[in-house]
């Protein structure tokens, strides 16, 4: 797993409240696929507010890590969970096209593991939606 981070997203309960709240403090070109979900580009990676996120087990937060093929985000999931990791979603197909998995860290953070064919994935790790 490189180090990076991709992206960092908040549970939220509004996401109209949400987004409006961080475009008053200067923030653009949202992107909301849906009802549930925004992203906004944010230097070299993504900052998301989704109201979903509490499913996963999540508290309140979630950290990313974006892989360059489908096969590289179980390749990485594998690796986490020797590492003391325990998976929380296997690699699977995603609703959204992708491939996407998650594992907790010792401490119980959820870490998503994705990779998402509509983003670039620079060869620094930056991601650009």
């Known amino acids: 797993m490189e ?8 549970g939220v309960t509004d996401l109209a409240r ?9 923030w653009r070109g ?3 696929p849906d009802e ?3 992203v906004f580009q944010a230097g070299g990676m993504v900052f ?9 087990g999540a508290p309140g937060i979630e ?3 974006n892989v360059r093929s ?7 999931l594998f690796h986490a969970e020797q590492a003391g990791g325990t998976i929380v979603r296997p690699a699977a197909r995603a609703e959204w096209g992708g491939t996407s998995g998650a594992f ?25 939606i």
């Open 3 to 10: 180090q990076r981070i991709s992206l960092v997203t908040l």
């Open 18 to 26: 949400a987004r409006s709240f961080y475009e008053a403090r200067g």
């Open 30 to 32: 949202a992107r909301q």
């Open 36 to 38: 549930q979900i925004c």
């Open 48 to 56: 998301g507010l989704w109201t979903g996120l509490g499913g996963h």
């Open 63 to 65: 950290l990313a890590h």
């Open 70 to 76: 489908p096969e590289e985000v179980a390749a990485t």
């Open 104 to 128: 907790l860290d010792p401490d119980g953070y959820v870490w998503e593991v994705a990779h998402n064919p509509g983003w670039t994935l620079g060869d620094d790790g930056t991601v650009t």
